[in-house]
Nanobody
Framework: QVQLVESGGGLVQTGGSLRLSCVASGSIFSLGIMGWYRQAPGKQRELVAYIESGGSKDYADSMKGRVAISRDNAANTVYLQMNNLTPEDTAVYYC???????????????WGQGTQVTVSS
């Protein structure tokens, strides 16, 4: 089995920062593009940022300047540094990745279970 597990969420005050982590584990044959999404109550799930295996990255326009995505390929981990947080950033943040397991040569897209980020004023 392969899976994604997020961590690092929590309660932070307006203007604060958080660093989210997502670790891919299991019998991973390949790990491709990884990204972060978020979903607030009553809102659609939206892209926050993504990063390719070679390091190319991009961000949602609303997040540029406030977040930074990075990855450690040796550790199969992707990070999301978030700064200058506001209550509008309150959401469940999900990790997403393209992976292939040794048991299946085909690449599939996976989601983590999410980590809650709550920003108070």
């Amino acid at each position: 089995q392969v899976q994604l597990v997020e961590s690092g969420g929590g309660l932070v005050q307006t203007g604060g920062s958080l660093r989210l982590s997502c670790v891919a584990s299991g019998s991973i044959f390949s790990l491709g593009i990884m990204g972060w999404y978020r979903q607030a109550p009553g809102k659609q799930r939206e892209l926050v940022a993504y990063i390719e295996s070679g390091g190319s990255k991009d961000y949602a326009d609303s997040m540029k300047g406030r977040v930074a995505i990075s990855r450690d390929n040796a550790a199969n981990t992707v990070y999301l540094q978030m700064n200058n947080l506001t209550p509008e950033d309150t959401a469940v943040y999900y990790c997403n990745a393209d992976m292939a397991a040794y048991s299946d040569y085909r690449v599939h897209n996976y989601w983590g279970q999410g980590t809650q980020v709550t920003v108070s004023s």
